[in-house]
């Protein structure tokens, strides 16, 4: 795999968990989870884009 797919994998893994924590209900623990899945969820893509 070289770079290029790999940031392609990871901008994929991020879109997914965004639409993932869409789905979520909004109440107070959803949106707490969906805020931290989302923040651990697409931090590897900003962070590998930065290397």
């Known amino acids: 795999m070289n770079s290029e797919e790999l940031e392609n994998r990871l901008i994929d893994f991020a879109v997914l968990i965004i639409e993932i924590c869409d789905e979520m209900p909004n109440t107070k ?16 893509t900003l962070n590998y884009g930065e290397a």
């Open 29 to 44: 623990a959803g949106n707490h989870l969906s805020g931290q899945l989302i923040r651990s969820g697409t931090s590897p």
